[in-house]
């Protein structure tokens, strides 16, 4: 597992290294001088020649691409040009929080949704429903976003009106809690979220081992509202609660249209897995052994499906990141894909829109990697691969 | 020469028969899958409204129904659907249904280019990799298909649509080298399962050459498998079409962006554009939104499910239904 895990290592800053070359290659393909095209018209020509020294944009191509690599690798991303002064790292890790909880969030509830859905629609296979069901599942994976998310505003905002429009946050409960950092928040939230998720993993494992489902309902009942009560004793009654409370309000519209849009490829998935898993020997003996239906359905078939979703998941992750930076712009989330968008529109701002793509490419590298050792974690042949000879 | 002729289109004959044989066992398959028979069926049906209206428009059809520069004077614009225009007409009184039908040749295009560059790159990468497993060319191309794996396509093509000008076939090329990067280390996963089978050992030994098993024992084998993951990259490359010229065109009167004249994505823009995406809007004018949504929902499901056959076909032992 140690080398395993060592080679996945040394190979993440040769991927990166890669990632940025590309970059590098194709800013170097466009027509005119470097500088000009990096930084725009936008700039008057003094600011224009500042920058360029400073940036390294006029030394010859070799010794640009050196500075490049260096400045990526050190996270010297250079500065906006639209709130000028301001370095483009700093825009990132302002805004790298609101992106990430709307991931997670979207992304452990497709998972989630995807899961179980699948592993029903898998075990009745060939029925009318299993049918219905697939075809859904194709279409709303292949749905048009923006359209997606302007009907989910126009129900969940005009008609219905319980959900706010655009933004993260509301207008007054910024003004009344000042004070409050809202990264700062969305982190605490992130946090508890895990650390709840954990909790309750860990706590659900030792009760099964007791083999007494009443005691285990009751135990999780009791610990699931003793934990949502805390959390919403929290959000009612401290200022970072109440920003929270209006945070997570705005989040609902966003993680509702990605799950949407999502889970329904994560359930064909896993669907077509479940299919699979039925024919094994394996579930029948458990069927035979006279186990009940539910029962063979989650602990033998399901988990067996899990596996072989691994190189779907793999081709399938780099568009899951795309939706994410599509769906904060069609909502207005300030976050990454948002800013990107906003950097590549209009006059452009090309230091912002290299930094995030730069940056987002190495978090999906890192995310490919935390992946890839999962799955050595969860599949001992991969592991054995390494161990061996080879 | 006469008998070493007859041998040789008895040799025809017999090869052309077994064809046939095998293809109509791989339709069966096919045909068990009902989904992907109906996917096809899709498929078909906008091909053949797409040659129609090509056919239909050579003729010198009447200006009103033109997809691009036509005019109805007789109705006002925003007009619903009615006998002489069966989807409406939009804001410059151009008829819906000709767009829609006008614009399937471009996702064809693209879709089919990504898909063909996609089969060629991903294969010949994964398949040349398992080969020489273990060598720098190994070490080289698994690097390039790992970085081409978490690139996430739209945003790329967003960020390339900034530097300079897409049209469908450049867009088509760049989706497909993405995906056949991405391909390639599903196609090499296969192929290492081949390579170390006794007759391409067997066929070593026998004299052949890396190019000759290459091409005759490791590639028949490994492409029926890469039907699935190419019609999902063909999906990609419609969606990312369709966002592009919806968030991109914005961007087209200032200079490089993508220059994309008619697609759904293009319709769906003009629409939102012009507010018909806001509030009940879009239900009062739902020919303005949905054809053209439908048109994308339709044709990527059926190219998923056709896929799913192409799979079936491949690998009977592995049932979706």
């Known amino acids: ?59 010859p191509a070799w010794e640009r691409y050196l500075i490049f690599i260096k400045n990526a690798f050190t996270g010297e991303l250079g500065v906006s040009l639209i709130n000028f002064p301001k370095p483009v790292w700093d825009t990132i890790l302002e805004l790298l929080p609101r992106t990430m909880s709307l991931f997670f969030a979207s992304f452990f509830i497709q998972l989630f949704v995807g899961y179980f859905l699948g592993q029903r629609l898998g075990w009745r296979q060939g029925r009318a429903l299993d ?22 505003i126009w129900v969940f905002n005009g008609v219905l009106k319980i959900l706010p429009y655009a933004q993260f946050i509301d207008v007054s409960v910024a003004r009344k809690y000042p004070d409050v950092d809202r990264n ?34 009751g135990a999780m009942a009791l610990l699931l509202l003793g934990c949502g009560g805390a959390f919403s004793l929290w959000l009612t009654f401290t200022p970072m609660g109440s920003v ?147 | 020469m006469n008998a070493s002729h007859a041998a040789a289109s008895n040799r025809w004959t017999v090869k052309g028969t077994l064809w046939r044989k095998r293809l109509s066992h791989q339709w069966g398959l096919f045909c068990q899958d009902r989904l992907a028979l109906s996917g096809l069926v899709i498929l078909g049906l906008f091909i053949a409204l797409a040659l129609l209206q090509a056919a239909w428009m050579a003729m010198g059809v009447p200006k009103i129904y033109d997809p691009i520069y036509g005019y109805d004077f007789s109705q006002a614009p925003f007009s619903p659907p009615n006998a002489s225009h069966w989807l409406g007409t939009d804001s410059h009184g151009r008829d819906v249904l000709s767009q829609l039908i ?17 089969v060629v790159l991903g294969t010949s990468m994964g398949v040349v990799a398992a080969y020489y497993a273990g060598s720098w060319a190994d070490a080289l191309l698994m690097r390039l298909s790992k970085m081409f794996l978490v690139i996430p396509p739209v945003a790329f093509i967003f960020f390339l649509s900034r530097l300079g000008g897409f049209n469908h076939l450049t867009l088509g090329l760049t989706i497909g080298v993405l995906g056949g990067g991405k391909v390639a280390m599903m196609m090499k996963a296969r192929a290492l399962e081949i390579t170390v089978q006794p007759y391409i050992s067997a066929a070593r030994i026998a004299g052949g050459g890396s190019l000759h098993i290459l091409w005759r024992h490791v590639i028949p084998n490994v492409i029926p498998f890469v039907f699935m993951f190419v019609m999902f990259i063909a999906v990609i490359a419609i969606l990312a079409e369709a966002l ?16 994309i004249q008619m697609s759904w994505g293009y319709m769906l823009f003009l629409s939102y554009y012009q507010g018909f995406f806001n509030g009940g809007n879009v239900i009062t004018y739902w020919w303005l939104v949905f054809p053209a949504a439908a048109a994308i929902m339709l044709f990527c499901s059926s190219l998923y499910f056709v896929g799913r056959g192409f799979h079936r076909m491949a690998d009977p032992s592995r049932t979706f239904a």
């Open chain 1, 1 to 59: 597992m140690m080398r395993f895990l060592l080679r996945r290592l040394m190979d993440l800053p040769l991927t990166v290294l890669l990632l940025v070359s590309l970059i590098w290659v194709v800013l170097e393909l466009q027509p005119g001088e470097f500088a000009q095209a990096y930084l725009g018209g936008a700039l008057s020509p003094q600011y224009r020649e500042f920058l360029a020294e400073k940036m390294g944009l006029d030394a």
């Open chain 1, 131 to 152: 049918r219905i069901g697939t075809v859904l599942c194709a279409l709303m994976w292949c749905v048009f976003l923006p359209l997606l998310s302007s009907l989910i």
């Open chain 1, 184 to 217: 700062l928040t969305l982190l605490v939230i992130m946090g508890v979220a895990a650390t709840m998720m954990i909790v309750l993993l860990l706590v659900q494992r030792r009760l099964r081992r007791l083999n007494r489902p009443g005691v285990k309902a």
């Open chain 1, 244 to 390: 929270a409370l209006s945070i997570l309000h705005h989040m609902v519209a966003p993680v509702l249209t990605l799950t949407l849009l999502g889970a329904g490829f994560y359930a064909l998935l896993m669907r077509d897995s479940m299919v699979q898993a039925t024919k094994e020997d394996y579930v029948q003996l458990a069927k035979a052994k006279g186990l009940k239906d539910r029962v063979v359905r989650r602990r033998h078939a399901a988990r067996n499906a899990i596996l072989p979703l691994a190189t779907s998941f793999l081709l399938a992750m780099a568009f899951t990141f795309d939706s994410a930076v599509l769906v904060e712009s069609t909502f207005s989330w300030p976050g990454l894909g948002n800013a990107l968008f906003h950097s590549l529109s209009g006059r452009g701002d090309m230091p912002v829109a290299v930094g995030i793509m730069i940056f987002l490419m190495a978090i999906a590298s890192v995310a490919h990697l935390c992946l890839d050792v999962l799955y050595a974690y969860l599949d001992p042949r991969i592991r054995d691969r390494y161990a061996g000879a080879k």
């Open chain 2, 102 to 118: 006008f614009s399937v040749r471009f996702e064809l295009v693209v879709a089919l280019l990504a898909a063909l560059i996609t």
């Open chain 2, 244 to 259: 592009l010229s919806f968030f991109g065109t914005g961007s087209m009167d200032q200079g490089p962006g993508a220059f």
